[in-house]
């Protein structure tokens, strides 16, 4: 129970039920003084109404006097007491023991033949006669009302208070409990168990919530770290080898004609590189949203598209374009121009003279969808997915230049871009396609 | 041409005074920002090779005081982040271009070239002339000896930045950020297919090639047509 105060589940759960019983409180309290204020005010109508109707007696003294007797009498169900006092101030009627109160309505004490003395409301009217005549209600019935209201709520407050009470502590607990699941979880990561994630349960709510959005980030991080020891370990392993071609090169400078040129285009070459990796870890790292625009994707396509048709026609390809107009994208419009340039370089590069190469740009309500698709030689099934990660290349184009990352780039900007590339069979040669959600 | 040059890293540095100095441009190298903006400030030159990573003051900073202070002076701005949000910080804080290290020196001889030369904002050229060529940039009509050249509206504006640069070298990557608006340089090259296809145009009935190929660097067309 040390723990109550630190506790920000058990202070809601207990600030609540402490707010639910005051204002079960207030209600107790309001209700008492406003049904014991209407309750005196009938009592005081009744008297009133008494009185005036004793007061039309006709008959003069005697006529009251009997009256009153006969009234003591008879009524049970109005337990109303009488007293007549003459102008002398002694009673001449009426049974009530009481000396003669001031005109008007009063408190006043009478003595009861059983229980002694006692009070009771009265009201007293003068007479013409100069007699003063009293009606009286004893206190008794107001306040036995009273009383039991009050006896009411204090119960319902002191059941209100259990239930808040048990409430708070079962609320607190349960809140503590999905909590606690959570702040473990989190403490299990730090401590090392990185693929650990956060439970879910099946009521998909607040905390579900949460977990899910946890998991979220724990995934998105870790992708992060994996993108970090993949760039690392690519800078260890795959440049190397032009490292060392460099090197071989630099060593001919001097002996062989032309290696001076040689060794600087292998250098161009590990600079185009390092741009390249960089570029990809740029666009995996995300982070380029606030770079991100509305653009006309169609315009875009068809611009790029136009640019590589004097080459692709250069090399021999057959080149021609369907696009649709009016597609817009959010985007950034250098890195699809990349991706874009990255599909023509390829299909260029890894396909025979004559080959023909169909850019498409076509979309639907939720999706745009471009493809490159060319009839060359294709890439076997088995690489399909292979050739989207960094340096892979395609068993057959080991010896066309290029390093291996245009498509990793590719499928980094689709994915910033919320999207993704597709490898597949165009029967005969190859299909590349990158879809991108479209804005509602 | 009065070239200031601030930057730290000493090869870098003499790198491109060297390169600049053989060039006959007089250069005047300051390593860090303050003396950069002190410099930069007081003295007068035609442009300014500006290191974005400088001790003491941030090349951006050097670079946005200056221009609070009314220098007008191309700016240059060499850096080694070449992503893709460092180029945005770097013009809006006034730069006039922007070069990623490590660069080969006639990249950054023509762009200094480019922007020392660039005519002042308030004069705008809409017709080019360079030997028997002459360009409309309004009208978008070309005319080589009267006689009218239809080029695509690539080639057209090939041939522009070329004129505009007559008798100084444009490199490829100029072509690719001006004409395409491209900040990477594809594998295929894109450039080199427009210019061929540009140049034949212009060739059509005449003898001479006013553009000439600069290996390793680029184009140039002769000042004389």
């Not at chain 1, 006092?85 to 009530?96: N, P, V, Y």
């Not at chain 2, 007081?42 to 941030?58: G, N, Q, S, W, Y």
């Not at chain 2, 006034?94 to 990249?107: C, H, N, R, S, V």
Request: proline share 4%; hydrophobic share 45%.
């Amino acid at each position: 129970m040390a723990n109550l105060r630190t506790s920000a589940a058990y202070r809601i759960a207990f600030t609540y039920a402490a707010a639910l019983a005051a204002a079960i409180l207030l209600l107790g309290v309001a209700v008492y003084f406003a049904a014991d204020a209407e309750f005196r005010h009938q009592r005081d109508e009744r008297i009133a109404a008494e009185l005036s109707d004793l007061a039309q007696e006709s008959g003069g003294t005697a006529g009251l006097q009997d009256e009153i007797a006969e009234r003591e009498r008879g009524r049970t169900t109005e337990p109303f007491g009488y007293a007549l006092f003459d102008s002398a101030g002694r009673r001449i009627a009426g049974r009530m023991d009481t000396t003669r109160p001031a005109p008007g309505f009063s408190m006043i004490v009478f003595r009861d033949p059983v229980e002694g003395p006692d009070s009771a409301r009265a009201k007293a009217v003068d007479l013409p006669s100069g007699a003063r005549l009293v009606v009286a209600v004893d206190s008794e019935a107001v306040e036995a009302i009273d009383a039991t209201i009050l006896e009411l709520f204090g119960i319902a407050f002191a059941i209100v208070l259990l239930i808040g009470l048990v409430g708070a502590l079962l609320l607190g607990r349960y809140l503590r409990q999905r909590l606690g699941v959570i702040s473990r979880t989190a403490n299990a990561i730090v401590a090392g168990d990185l693929d650990k994630r956060m439970p879910v349960s099946a009521y998909g709510d607040e905390f579900d919530a949460a977990a899910l959005a946890l998991n979220a980030m724990l995934d998105r991080i870790a992708g992060l770290m994996d993108n970090l020891r993949q760039v690392s370990s690519d800078v260890a392993h795959d440049l190397r080898t032009p490292l060392l071609r460099l090197r071989s090169q630099l060593e001919r400078v001097g002996k062989v004609d032309g290696a001076a040129e040689r060794a600087l285009e292998q250098g161009d070459a590990l600079l185009a590189l390092f741009g390249s990796i960089l570029r990809i870890a740029e666009v995996e790292g995300g982070g380029l949203d606030h770079s991100f625009a509305m653009i006309d994707l169609s315009a875009l396509v068809e611009d790029v598209a136009d640019s590589f048709q004097p080459a692709l026609s250069d090399s021999g390809h057959r080149f021609r374009w369907e696009v649709q107009p009016d597609i817009s994208v959010r985007g950034n419009r250098e890195l699809l121009a990349q991706a874009l340039a990255n599909l023509f370089d390829n299909a260029r590069a890894h396909t025979p003279p004559g080959t023909q190469v169909v850019l498409g740009l076509s979309a639907d309500a939720v999706t745009a969808r471009i493809s490159v698709v060319d009839n060359g030689p294709g890439v076997p099934p088995g690489e399909h997915r292979a050739i989207l990660r960094r340096f892979r290349r395609g068993e057959a184009s080991r010896t066309t230049p290029g390093n291996g990352l245009g498509l990793s780039l590719v499928a980094a900007v689709a994915s910033a871009h919320g999207g993704e590339v597709v490898v597949s069979d165009a029967q005969p040669g190859l299909t590349v396609t990158i879809t991108l959600p479209r804005l509602s | 041409m009065r070239i200031l040059l601030a930057e730290d890293d000493s090869d870098i540095a003499s790198y491109v005074e060297q390169g600049l100095g053989e060039l006959g441009h007089v250069v005047t190298r300051v390593t860090d920002g303050e003396d950069a903006l002190h410099i930069g400030a007081t003295e007068c030159f035609e442009a300014i090779v500006l290191d974005r990573m400088l001790p003491r003051l941030e090349g951006l900073d050097v670079l946005r005081r200056l221009r609070a202070a009314s220098v007008r002076t191309p700016v240059l701005v060499l850096t080694a982040k070449g992503g893709v949000a460092d180029r945005v910080d770097g013009l809006d804080a006034g730069a006039d271009d922007y070069l990623i290290k490590p660069f080969a020196m006639a990249e950054l001889v023509a762009r200094l070239n480019a922007l020392a030369r660039r005519p002042p904002m308030n004069e705008v050229v809409t017709r080019l002339v360079v030997g028997d060529i002459a360009l409309d940039v309004l009208r978008r009509e070309v005319t080589r000896a009267g006689r009218s050249v239809h080029l695509q509206p690539r080639e057209f504006q090939l041939l522009e930045l070329l004129m505009r640069n007559a008798g100084r070298a444009v490199t490829r990557t100029m072509f690719l950020e001006e004409v395409w608006g491209f900040h990477f340089d594809p594998q295929t090259n894109i450039v080199e297919s427009h210019l061929s296809r540009m140049r034949s145009r212009l060739r059509e009935g005449f003898a001479g090639d006013p553009i000439e190929t600069i290996r390793g660097v680029g184009y140039r067309m002769r000042a004389d047509g």
